[in-house]
């Protein structure tokens, strides 16, 4: 007995093993296709599919590395269910090592809002719209890998739908098992890949781990794939016991806090800090050299991401603050 074959882009499975493709997303200028990398892993026993996503950022490459390393580990013959994963799904951001496509015009281009996609909208949306409809139809389950700005970053999200996408959602999230989770609402972070599949009834959740572009550890990359076992563990996709990393934090919200000012900045806290209104975050100096006072919490919360330095500009994410954890986790 064996799951049923399916084809995304040219990657098509022929019973248990692993089958790789392409699946096209849009048209370079010259003609030749936009197309991201699929990998399928098939397994002898039926059971439910979980969907991956590595690089919905293009320079988020941490994910890629996460996924491919959970990949190799894995064996059809002790697999239920079906992997499929889009390790490097913003392909075009991917090669150019950046967050947005080179490519996109006038649609902004953050994928990760672009969901479910416009068929013949800007160029992003176009991307999103080829991912989606294949996801839709094959998905279950769904982990979306990003990261922020410094290899300390380790924190998760999970779509808090009402119901069973809610609950189901939940056990992923606590699978994972990063202490700091945000319980998203629904009015959340629209347009994201996750929040799109869980009003679809798809179980989601996002890990942030690692930081953009080199800024991650090999020891983020082999925690995060035997975590991302676990989760498949829990949903029943491998055998064995789950592994409980504690309790999970379920924020109700968090909050990105712009810088208001410029200057040279060392940033005085880690990601999972406790911060207070007034916390110290980072030291600013001016470009003489000189002292130039300090960037400030506005927010009592956990510290999900902090910016590195060594430069900072007016606008830039000085600091994301998870608000609210349940009283009894900290
Ligand atoms: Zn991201």
Redesign the pocket.
């Known amino acids: 007995m064996s799951l049923q074959d399916i084809k995304i882009g040219d990657a098509e499975t022929m019973g248990p093993g692993v089958a790789t493709g392409r699946l096209k997303l849009a048209d370079y200028p010259d003609g030749s296709p936009m197309a991201t990398p699929v990998i399928i892993v098939t397994g002898e026993k039926p059971g439910k599919t979980l969907w991956l996503h590595g690089c ?2 293009g320079n ?1 490459y941490c994910g890629t590395f996460i996924i491919h390393e959970l990949l190799r580990s894995l064996d059809p013959a002790e697999l239920s269910g079906r992997v499929v994963a889009l390790p490097a799904l913003n392909i075009t951001a991917f090669n150019k090592n950046q967050r947005l496509s080179p490519f996109e015009g006038y649609g902004g281009g953050d994928m ?1 809002r672009c969901f479910p996609g416009v068929e013949g909208g800007p160029l992003t949306s176009q991307f999103a719209f080829a991912v989606y409809t294949e996801m839709k139809k094959h998905a279950d389950l769904f982990v979306d890998f ?2 922020a700005m410094t290899p300390d970053v380790n924190w998760a999200l999970y779509a808090a739908y009402g119901g069973e996408t809610g609950k189901v959602s939940r056990v992923l999230a606590k699978a994972w098992g990063y202490r700091d989770t945000l319980a998203t609402p629904t009015d959340m972070l629209v347009g994201s890949a996750f929040m799109t599949a869980a009003s679809d009834g798809i179980p989601s959740m996002i890990v942030e781990a690692g930081g953009k572009g080199p800024a991650f550890t090999r020891e983020t990359v082999e925690d995060g794939a035997e975590r991302l076992r676990n989760v498949m563990r829990a949903a029943g996709l491998l055998d064995g016991d789950v592994t409980d990393y504690g309790p999970i934090a379920d924020f109700d919200r968090f909050e990105w806090v712009s810088a208001p000012r410029g200057g040279l900045f060392q940033p005085m806290v880690k990601c999972g800090d406790s911060i207070e209104v007034g916390t110290r975050l980072g030291r600013f100096y001016d470009i003489y050299g000189d002292d130039d006072g300090f960037a400030e919490s506005p927010r009592k919360g956990i510290v999900l991401a902090i910016h590195p330095g060594p430069i900072m500009t007016n606008g830039e994410t000085l600091v994301h603050i998870g608000l609210n954890p349940k009283e009894n986790i900290l």
């Open positions: 919905v950022h988020e990760n990003h990261t």
